[in-house]
Nanobody, 123 residues
Framework: QLQASGGGLVQAGGSLRLSCVVS????????ISWFRRAPGKEREGVSC?????????YRDSVVEGRFTISSDNAKNTVTLQMKSLKPEDTAVYYC?????????????????WGKGTLVTVSS
């Protein structure tokens, strides 16, 4: 089970911190990804991290150096720190999990999905 939280309303240029708390499977064996779906658009990947070796991936066209993903293995939590938010970052953000051994950071490989958390960035 994955529980995403931390969304909300923020002004452009502001920051938000999303959290994904994992339960029900071995945290260290999985990689956690963040995806988002903006209104009227398809879901897209944002970032992912392997809880096994700490390797990370960012979708540069989306992140542009503004987001940081991190993992706290002691708390079974993955965090996405977002700064310099833009109105185009408005979306429902989802976290999902796949086996770290076959980490692709693609939605096709995800075994578990959490419910999303809404991020709204006003201009």
């Amino acid at each position: 089970q994955l529980q995403a939280s931390g969304g909300g309303l923020v002004q452009a240029g502001g920051s938000l911190r999303l959290s994904c708390v994992v339960s029900g499977f071995t945290f260290d064996d999985y990689a956690i990804s963040w995806f988002r779906r903006a209104p009227g658009k398809e879901r897209e990947g944002v970032s992912c991290i392997s809880n096994s070796d700490g390797s990370t991936y960012y979708r540069d066209s989306v992140v542009e150096g503004r987001f940081t993903i991190s993992s706290d293995n002691a708390k079974n939590t993955v965090t996405l720190q977002m700064k310099s938010l833009k109105p185009e970052d408005t979306a429902v953000y989802y976290c999902a999990a796949e086996r770290a051994s076959s980490m692709l950071c693609s939605d096709a490989g995800m075994e578990y999905w959490g419910k999303g958390t809404l991020v709204t960035v006003s201009s």
